[in-house]
């Protein structure tokens, strides 16, 4: 299933609701609100010096990039058009920390909202964004 969420870690199969320490995030609560199979991807790693990004994805020996993560990857290497950062603080689905990290690396715009009010807000730029254009 290629774009199943991430239910545990893909190496030592540590449930995400149990790996709190590892870094994990569940994003299916994110899912209903972005349109047919769109859905978040991660990346394992990104180092950057002089405004050059390295980006690192590992995969376990046999398995393969889901379609979506490698078009979003192929994509990055191209340029990206835009780059929002998104600072999210917090675990309480009724109130997390949302800052929007500007170019000069000073948080704007901080509100504490619902991961719900969150996923609206995500839906919202995606839909900017696409401008009715067919995800692929």
Avoid at 20 to 38: E, F, I, N, S, T
Avoid at 61 to 75: A, C, N, S, T, Y
Avoid at 86 to 115: C, K, M, N, Y
Wanted: with cysteine.
């Amino acid at each position: 299933m290629a774009n199943a969420p991430l239910r545990g870690c893909p190496t030592c199969g540590t449930r995400v609701a149990d790996a709190k320490g590892l870094g994990l995030r569940d994003y299916r609560w994110l899912a209903p609100h972005l349109p047919g199979h769109v859905a978040p991807s991660d990346v394992d790693s990104v180092l950057e010096t002089h405004g050059h990004f390295l980006v690192m994805e590992y995969k376990p020996d046999g398995v393969m990039l889901p379609q979506g993560q490698r078009i979003m990857l192929r994509r990055l290497v191209k340029g990206p058009k835009s780059v929002e950062v998104w600072v999210v603080r917090g675990e309480d689905p009724e109130g997390v920390e949302v800052s929007r990290l500007d170019a000069h690396g000073d948080f704007q715009d901080t509100a504490v909202i619902s991961t719900e009010q969150l996923a609206r807000h995500a839906a919202q730029w995606f839909d900017v964004h696409n401008a009715g254009g067919v995800v692929t």
